[in-house]
């Protein structure tokens, strides 16, 4: 069965240091992978996504994610966190219906930031 | 602007009564979608619909029900049959013509008393 899995339910870094979230995957054929953040009491906003070739992509807000193949992987990095960048975040992969381009979202369990000052 | 509008933000509710969380967009998406939110278990899919007037059960679908008339709006009624229907709701959609990631509406706490 299709799944995710964000081994780290919760994480802290310091203010300045570097972040990398983790999240593998399980999923028979060519996974469609996204990255998203929620603040507290919000709706989920999409970071980045990787859909096929160059396997590191760029989103918004400084995040970038590495896709691995052979690890079965897509974690989420950034060089250098801000307080702003408290949140929680989902990594998912896409599910799609058929042969049709929409598909439901598998969601790992997420993992909260914490960062300290 | 674009977006997806849920109301209302808190919405609160006796047991044995129904309730109906809106969820509209303006992005002219084909593809709508409702999840459920629960502490530690991330997301999970209630039910969607990749068309006016047709819908599908997600993988929870037991005790909600769900409309679309318009293409615009996918109402979810959250039914006294629903066992534990404390949570929090999140309605999305997709534009269906091509694969991408889905946009996210600001959600809506449900708290039955």
């Known amino acids: 069965a299709q799944s995710v899995t964000q081994p780290d339910i919760h994480i802290t870094v310091s203010e300045g240091a570097s972040l990398e979230l983790r999240c593998n995957y399980s999923y028979g054929a060519t996974p469609y992978l996204f990255w998203y953040v929620q603040s507290p009491g919000q709706g989920l906003q999409l970071l980045l996504k990787y859909f096929s070739g160059d396997t590191l992509v760029q989103g918004i807000k400084g995040f970038e994610a590495e896709f691995k193949r052979s690890q079965s992987s897509f974690n989420l990095r950034k060089p250098s966190v801000h307080w702003s960048d408290a949140a929680e975040y989902f990594c998912?992969?896409?599910?799609?219906?058929?042969?049709?381009?929409?598909?439901?979202?598998?969601f790992g369990q997420g993992t909260t930031l914490q960062v300290k000052p | 602007d674009g977006g997806i509008t849920q109301s209302p933000k808190y919405l609160f509710r006796k047991e044995g009564q129904n309730v109906t969380l809106s969820c509209e967009q303006n992005?002219?998406?084909?593809?709508m979608y409702w999840y459920r939110q629960d502490p530690g278990q991330g997301l999970r899919l209630i039910y969607y619909s990749q068309i006016v007037n047709d819908f599908q059960k997600g993988d929870i679908a037991e005790g909600y029900s769900v409309s679309r008339e318009k293409k615009e709006s996918f109402p979810l009624t959250v039914t006294s049959a629903q066992k534990n229907p404390t949570a929090f709701y999140l309605c999305?959609?997709?534009?269906?013509?091509?694969?991408?990631?889905?946009?996210f509406g600001p959600g809506t706490r449900l708290t039955v008393l």
């Open positions: 998912a992969v896409v599910i799609l219906h058929g042969s049709s381009n929409t598909g439901k979202l598998i």
């Open positions: 999305a959609s997709n534009p269906g013509q091509r694969i991408s990631g889905q946009f």
């Open positions: 992005l002219n998406h084909d593809a």
